[in-house]
């Protein structure tokens, strides 16, 4: 079994029963989910759109390898109705990112992990150190928690209240 972490975002319709959808197809297709990140409730990162998000970071044991775990999430994605267009940055109603798989840094055609922009992100970085910040980034070898620290995103990331 290997550990993993991701981040779920999700900014169109039923935010929370996004989420909830979210969590469950990843329980049946990935593996245990061990821990589960608070709720957190964010402006759009990288775009502008009147939607806010709600985003969580999940930790997940899986057996499929990295390849396997991102076709995988890329069909949760699809079932839930996300369409993977030509923006980059854009509202949908659901996104899945993987954060960290083990320790390892992984460099394939359509794959980058640790997510290469997530020390750049609050909105996953605060939902990371609730439940590991202690982890260390395999590449920048800093524990999660300084990453946060050193974070110059201004978005504003809050709790929410379910």
Same mark, same amino acid.
């Given at each position: 079994m290997k550990?993993?972490?991701?981040?779920?975002?999700?900014?169109?319709?039923d935010r929370e029963a996004n989420l909830n959808a979210a969590v469950g197809r990843i329980e049946e297709k990935l593996g245990h989910v061990i821990k589960s990140s608070s709720v957190y409730e964010t402006e759009p990162w990288g775009f502008n759109s009147e939607n806010k998000f709600l985003n969580i970071v999940v930790e997940v044991e899986t057996t499929l390898l990295p390849s396997e775990l991102l076709d995988?999430?890329?069909?949760?994605?699809?079932? *839930?109705?996300? *369409?993977?267009?030509?923006?980059?940055?854009?509202?949908?109603?659901?996104?899945?990112?993987i954060i960290f798989y083990e320790d390892q840094f992984i460099i394939e055609k359509d794959l980058i992990i640790p997510h290469p922009l997530m020390q750049e992100r609050k909105?996953?970085?605060?939902? *990371?150190c609730e439940i590991a910040s202690e982890l260390v980034h395999p590449v920048l070898k800093k524990p999660v928690a300084d990453l946060l620290k050193s974070?110059?995103?201004?978005?504003?990331?809050?709790?929410?209240k379910l």
């Open positions: 550990n993993i972490f991701l981040g779920i975002g999700t900014n169109i319709g995988s999430i890329h069909s949760i994605e699809a079932l *839930l109705g996300r *369409l993977r267009g030509e923006v980059q940055y854009s509202s949908r109603v659901i996104d899945i990112d909105f996953v970085l605060v939902p *990371l974070c110059r995103d201004v978005n504003v990331v809050k709790k929410y």
